[in-house]
């Protein structure tokens, strides 16, 4: 379970920085996690939708990385 939320973690924090990376530098080198593209509500806050991606992701691994440290139940 623990390296699903890994991944979830890693691919979060990636469409997070991506989708910054293409909103300040027009680079679109993620097209395929460009979610907020395709909902209507987020088109117009896409930097505050990967910011909050990003950050969800960064709380994801941290919570992981504590989570390895505690016994398993």
Do not use: H, Y
Request: hydrophobic share 60%; proline share 3%.
């Amino acid at each position: 379970m623990k390296s699903v939320l890994d991944v979830i973690g890693w691919v979060l924090t990636l469409k997070g920085v991506g989708g910054l990376v293409r909103e300040f530098f027009g680079f679109n080198a993620m097209s395929l996690l460009q979610m907020e593209r395709l909902v209507p509500v987020l088109q117009d806050n896409a930097v505050a939708f990967n910011i909050a991606c990003a950050l969800l992701g960064v709380v994801v691994l941290l919570a992981i990385k504590r989570a390895k440290g505690s016994p398993a139940a």
